[in-house]
């Protein structure tokens, strides 16, 4: 098991506690996350550590990576802070909450940080090498978002690396996934996943959570 808080440096840390007080005051104001998940504890379970399951393996400093769905900017936020030269695109049909997160990127001080308001279908930015999301739609959706503009790395990681995150879509995903998962290869063949638990990843706070990896077959 792994802590992906206790992996930051102190400044970054300082980034996190900023976003999560942020996060809180900001949510009175637009609805950004459920206010339960908030309280004292929660937060920082159900948000931070949650999203920074992303970054138990690296993304390259020359990616860019974008968040479909981003709201409050979750998971982009703590990945912006953990991965500081990796760009990040926050991608959100709501224009508030994408006006939300362009603050708190500011505040913070994460210049690697962009957001793009619109529908993700329509999504007409920087190109990505990474998509990731979580709670935003269904994987057939996801990946046809994803695969319309994935674009390759000049250099992508060895196959076997094993401490760099491989090209494609990385969700994070919970509950059974199975309908899910068969109506993604029923609409687009061709598509390999895998899974990652993260009770094994983080620990038991994360029951029925997984990261789930969708890339074309090699
Ligand atoms: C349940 S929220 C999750 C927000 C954030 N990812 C999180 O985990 O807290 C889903 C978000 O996806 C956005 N969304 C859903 N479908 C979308 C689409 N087709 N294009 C852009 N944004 C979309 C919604 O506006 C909403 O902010």
């Known amino acids: ?24 005051r900001m949510n009175k104001h637009v609805n950004l996350v459920a206010p339960t998940t908030l309280r004292e504890g929660e937060l ?16 390259p400093p020359e990616a860019v990576v974008v968040d479909w769905g ?22 959100d049909a709501v224009g508030k909450k994408m006006e939300a997160v362009r603050t708190f990127a500011r505040r913070l001080g994460l210049p690697n940080l962009g957001v793009w308001i619109g529908r993700a279908e329509a999504y007409d930015g920087p190109a990505p090498h990474y998509c990731v999301s979580r709670a935003t739609a269904p994987l057939a959706d996801l990946w046809a978002w994803t695969e319309r503009v994935l674009t390759p790395l000049a250099e992508p990681p060895s196959p076997e690396a094993e401490d760099v995150w491989q090209p494609g879509l990385l969700t994070l995903k919970g509950g ?10 029923e609409a687009h063949p061709g598509l390999t996943t895998s899974r990652t638990y993260l009770k094994a990843l983080l620990g038991p706070g994360y029951p029925s959570k997984m990261i789930l990896e969708v890339r074309p077959e090699a």
């Open 70 to 91: 981003a709201g409050g900017g979750l998971p982009t936020i703590p990945l912006a802070i953990a991965f500081p030269e990796t760009q990040f695109v926050a991608v």
């Open 176 to 185: 059974n996934l199975d309908e899910e998962v068969a109506a993604m290869h």
């Open 44 to 59: 920082e379970r159900v948000h931070l550590k949650h999203s920074l399951a992303l970054s138990t393996k690296a993304f």
């Open 1 to 24: 098991m792994t802590d992906p808080i206790a992996a930051l440096s102190a400044d970054q840390n300082a980034k996190l506690d900023r976003f999560a007080a942020e996060l809180v």
